[in-house]
């Protein structure tokens, strides 16, 4: 067997290349500038949901733009509740540091973008997702991780908050019943583009650096 | 703003549309090629997850390489037990289509992979995971993405298999407690390299073309 380009099917070494830069680039932004995306370069990023793997071909991913500001008022104001309670669960050591970390770019993101899972869809017809029917939501996070790697392709941040009361989110978006919030993301042009996580810059935590495999 | 190349941080333009069309011929194999991966390049995936996004910095992947026949053999009853529980749930309508399905690649797949979430790991401190608890196991989902993009790149493909009973796939491989089942990939020399998800082709999904977002 050959290594190499040779291979049937496989993409120039150039570009794998890139594609490892395009994952070691990757950030989650959470500060953002705020002039307006181009809604064509949004677009490309949004396309990608459309080839992203999905169990049985459900395709459950539905997304609800976060527009209007009455709408980015309830998410941010969840958001900052989400974040009071965890701050006042940390521990007494980890506080402070807690309470230092910027966690959302919702106040600043042009683009917010709330992407659920509709639990509840004919399409597929189950398959794959008799024993695991977290299978959907995990689809819909295949498609989040093609859109951020996409929007960073295109000189775009993508920050994915995670501080939410989902039920509530829900609620106050008014989305249909069976929809599971999967991710809440903002977009935007980031205000520096870091080669290091903004949780190992700021001493949270560190990577691992190497990945735990063994064997059966 | 500028679209293209020019924007500070954006990839070239021929990347990007490289990386679209590697989305687009990534599938979900099921039919492999026997002979035997390159180690390098295998290598080279798994790589991939370092660079993954992950809630609080947690990594909470775990990578179990199935190799030994025993292990291989346990996996492979469990699939079977599931997909043939899976078969007598099917409507009357759509039972034929079902058993007609090639639904894993476990017979031939050289390399087969048990991806687990540690949902137990110290490690990020809970960040970004009090109202959200199963961002660590959508954590490994966003890997297992790196990581299949990477395979495609390298000319090599990925099935995911969910048709299994995780709990006793946990049991038969002797994986610590807290750790839950995320995929089980098939990887290996693809048969053919299809332009159409098996399951469009053989008649038993569609793919809708467009995605849907609302706008609040």
Redesign the interface.
């Known amino acids: 067997?050959q290594?190499g380009p040779e291979?049937?099917?496989?993409?120039?070494p150039e570009?794998?290349a890139?594609?490892?830069r395009?994952?070691?680039?990757?950030r989650?932004v959470r500060r953002f500038l705020t002039?307006?995306v181009?809604e064509?370069?949004l677009t490309?990023c949004?396309?990608?949901?459309?080839?992203?793997?999905s169990?049985?071909?459900?395709?459950p991913?539905?997304?609800?733009?976060?527009?209007?500001a009455q709408?980015r008022a309830a998410a941010l104001a969840n958001f900052e509740e989400?974040n009071a309670?965890?701050l006042a669960?940390q521990s007494r050591s980890?506080a402070t540091l807690?309470a230092r970390?910027k966690?959302s770019g919702m106040r600043d993101a042009p683009v917010q973008l709330a992407v659920w899972c509709d639990e509840t869809t004919p399409?597929?017809?189950?398959?794959?997702?008799?024993?695991?029917p977290?299978?959907r939501?995990?689809s819909v996070?295949?498609a989040?991780?093609?859109f951020?790697?996409?929007a960073?392709?295109?000189?775009l941040g993508t920050g994915?908050v995670?501080?939410?009361?989902?039920v509530r989110l829900a609620r106050d978006?008014?989305v249909p019943p069976g929809w599971a919030?999967?991710?809440y993301l903002c977009v935007g042009?980031?205000q520096t583009?870091d080669r290091v996580?903004e949780?190992?810059a700021e001493g949270?935590?560190?990577?691992?650096?190497?990945?735990?495999?063994?064997?059966?």
Chains 1, 2 share one sequence.
């Open positions: 067997m290594p291979r049937p099917g496989a993409f120039a570009f794998r890139e594609l490892a395009l994952m070691d680039r990757r989650d002039e307006p181009d064509a370069a490309r949004l396309d990608s949901f459309l080839t992203a793997p169990v049985g071909l459900s395709e991913w539905r997304v609800i733009r976060v527009e209007s709408a989400a309670a965890a669960d980890r807690y970390l966690l399409k597929g017809h189950g398959l794959g997702a008799a024993t695991m977290e299978m939501r995990y996070v295949a989040i991780t093609q951020w790697l996409t960073r392709a295109e000189g994915w995670s501080i939410l009361d989902p978006l008014d919030l999967v991710g042009h980031a583009l996580p949780l190992e949270w935590e560190v990577r691992r650096g190497h990945l735990p495999v063994e064997t059966r």
